[in-house]
Every structure is written in structure tokens, then in C-alpha cells.
T-cell receptor, first 113, second 114 residues
């Protein structure tokens, strides 16, 4: 059973567009929500993360929006660039567990020049 | 470069065989995690070790086992391999055992079972 559901599976945008990737969860014990970025042939790398006590976090062109009541969170990429083309994974960690993460199924983003 | 080293990068073997994947964590990291990445299921958590001891278990099959050695490197053993075990296996490490904390991933070991 997938504990974190992610959509869409793939996304194609023009350069400068704002791709949005959405994730949803059910486990109310989740207390940390990171996004990882993965380039072909590489392992995932942390991009940005949020705790449920805030509704939004920005780091450069990347923004996480968090809706605790709806148990949803999303990643927005402002002014997207071809170099942002990668697979993005949302994830969640349970406050009752160890530091292991439960990942979504990933979104393959392609930014067209 | 994350500092996490995985070997081998690619491995091709036959059904029924046994393989061992190796992971060296970042210098100073005591916690090691194993994940399986397949096309349709994304990254699935298998198991976590902290300073030599098993800390958490996920969807790890009984045919799979892992351990973390005193020098903190870890090995994932996959036995009685089936076609469905073909996947990318990632190792990650972190300083902390309790979170939240960043996980640093290696580049993965791609296993193909024929």
C-alpha cells in the first residue's frame, strides 16, 4: 500500500512555466515532508522539506505548499528551466518511527527550451 | 557526489542465484538505509541499520537480508532471486537515527535477473 500518493506521473512544461506536483497522505503521524530530485543515473537528493506547522516554504525557485487539514502538499517550480528536468519524489516521515522515509511514486518532469 | 558509495553499479544474474550489494556510508554517518526502486512503485523502504543494529524494517522479503558491520559499511543480500527482483537498489545514510534528517543516497546498484 502506497503511503504517499503522488501525481502526475509525468509532466511537460515550457521553459518559464510553473510545474506543480501534488502529493497526498493518510497517516497523521507523518511530521516531515521532503522533496527529493533525481537525475538519470544518480541517486535522489534532497531539494526542500517542510514541517506541518507551516503552510508554505520557499527556497529559491522551489516552493512547498502544505495543507494539513486536507493532508496534501505540493511542489511548485517557478520560472522552470531545462536543467530542472528530472524525476521528483515527495516523501514523508512518521514521528513514531525511525528516520526512514516513505516515498511517492515519482513525477518525471521535462522542461522544454 | 553524496559521499555514499555503492558497489557494484550493475549486476546481471540468473533466477535462483544469490547476490550481495555493498554500501559505504558518508564519513561520520551511523545510519544506513536500503531502498528498492522499481518503475511502477517508486522507492520502497527495505531496512534501516544504526551503528550495527537493525532499527526499522519495511517491505523487505524474507529472501533478503542485510547487516551493518563495525566499520559501518552495509551489505544487502538477495537470495533465491526472481525476475521481479530486478530493480535499482539504493543505499542512503544519515547522521541521525531519529529524524527528521536528510538522507544522502548513493548512485544505486542496478540488478537484472534473467
Amino acid at each position: 500500500q502506497q503511503q504517499v500518493k503522488q501525481s502526475p506521473q509525468s509532466l511537460i512544461v515550457q521553459k518559464g512555466g510553473i510545474p506543480i506536483i501534488n502529493c497526498a497522505y493518510e497517516n497523521t503521524a507523518f511530521d516531515y515532508f521532503p522533496w527529493y530530485q533525481q537525475f538519470p543515473g544518480k541517486g535522489p537528493a534532497l531539494l526542500i522539506a517542510i514541517r506541518p506547522d507551516v503552510s508554505e516554504k520557499k527556497e529559491g525557485r522551489f516552493t512547498i505548499s502544505f495543507n494539513k487539514s486536507a493532508k496534501q502538499f505540493s511542489l511548485h517550480i517557478m520560472d522552470s528551466q531545462p536543467g530542472d528536468s528530472a524525476t521528483y519524489f515527495c516523501a514523508a516521515r512518521s514521528e513514531t518511527g525511525a528516520n526512514n522515509l516513505f516515498f511517492g511514486t515519482g513525477t518525471r518532469l521535462t522542461v522544454i527550451p | 557526489d553524496s559521499g555514499v558509495t555503492q558497489t557494484p553499479k550493475h549486476l546481471i544474474t540468473a533466477t535462483g542465484q544469490r547476490v550481495t550489494l555493498r554500501c559505504s556510508p558518508r564519513s561520520g554517518d551511523l545510519s544506513v538505509y536500503w531502498y528498492q526502486q522499481s518503475l511502477d512503485q517508486g522507492l520502497q523502504f527495505l531496512i534501516q541499520y544504526y551503528n550495527g543494529e537493525e532499527r526499522a524494517k519495511g517491505n523487505i522479503l524474507e529472501r533478503f537480508s542485510a547487516q551493518q558491520f563495525p566499520d559501518l559499511h552495509s551489505e544487502l543480500n538477495l537470495s533465491s532471486l526472481e525476475l521481479g527482483d530486478s530493480a535499482l537498489y539504493f543505499c542512503a545514510s544519515s547522521v541521525r537515527v531519529e529524524g527528521p534528517g536528510e538522507l544522502f543516497f548513493g548512485e544505486g546498484s542496478r540488478l537484472t535477473v534473467l
